[in-house]
């Protein structure tokens, strides 16, 4: 059974820090993708990552994918408050269906 | 335009009803599913269609029953509803079978 797991599950952090979202999964995949999803909203796509040392960027979040290791990042640079949100990592296996972590809510505080 | 839209956007019921959430998609996309958000935020798939056929039925009651009258809509119904139902679903869409998936606003049912 495949296991996606995200570290951490909360975070808070200062305006202008940096951080690092990690998300680990336990099935050999090559498809991962990161949603973003504000309080009461849907899911919107950030990034999807299709093979093995993909990097991606999109203003001051940047994701990459290590498939050996099983491994996606998702950096976060000189945090402001407009990205306080829920991050969502899931990987897809079979083609069918999303594999979701649980999620990394994060606060930017000023 | 909305690219995946659903309704009702809530649903309030009582224990032991039936109820339909609609969705549809204007993106051309052949690949349509639902999934269920719970109350703490743990999304899991519930169905996958390809072409109007169902591809996954991911461990879900036999309550619950989608239905795709064609490529645009996927529909789900839900016999006799628990307290335990009360979820948000979310239904999305996809060009083709793994490719990036688009979703739609959810439907926050509460089960009564």
């Known amino acids: 059974e495949l296991k996606v797991e995200q570290n951490p599950l909360f975070l808070s952090m200062q305006e202008g820090k940096n951080y690092t979202i990690y998300c680990n999964y336990s099935t050999t995949s090559d498809r991962l993708y990161w949603y973003r999803q504000d309080p009461g909203k849907s899911l919107e796509s950030l990034f999807v990552?299709?093979?093995?040392?993909a990097v991606k960027q999109e203003g001051r979040l940047m994701a990459s994918l290590d498939t050996k290791a099983r491994l996606s990042t998702l950096h976060i640079t000189a945090a402001v408050h407009d990205l306080s949100a829920t991050y969502f990592c899931a990987v897809d296996i079979t083609g069918y269906a999303l594999n979701f972590g649980k999620g990394t809510s994060l606060l930017v505080t000023p | 335009d909305t690219a995946v839209s659903q309704t009702p956007k809530y649903l309030v019921t009582q224990m032991g009803n039936d109820k339909s959430i609609k969705c549809e998609q204007n993106l051309g996309h052949d690949t349509m599913y639902w999934y269920k958000q719970d109350s703490k935020k743990f999304l899991k798939i519930m169905f996958s269609y390809n072409n109007k056929e169902l591809i996954i039925n991911e461990t879900v009651p036999n309550r619950f029953s989608p239905k795709s009258p064609d490529k645009a809509h996927l529909n789900l119904h839900i016999n006799s509803l628990e307290l335990g139902d009360s979820a948000v679903y979310f239904c999305?869409?996809?060009?083709?079978?793994?490719?990036?998936?688009?979703f739609g606003p959810g439907t926050r049912l509460t089960v009564l």
């Open positions: 990552l299709l093979s093995n040392g």
């Open positions: 999305a869409s996809s060009q083709d079978p793994g490719h990036e998936q688009f």
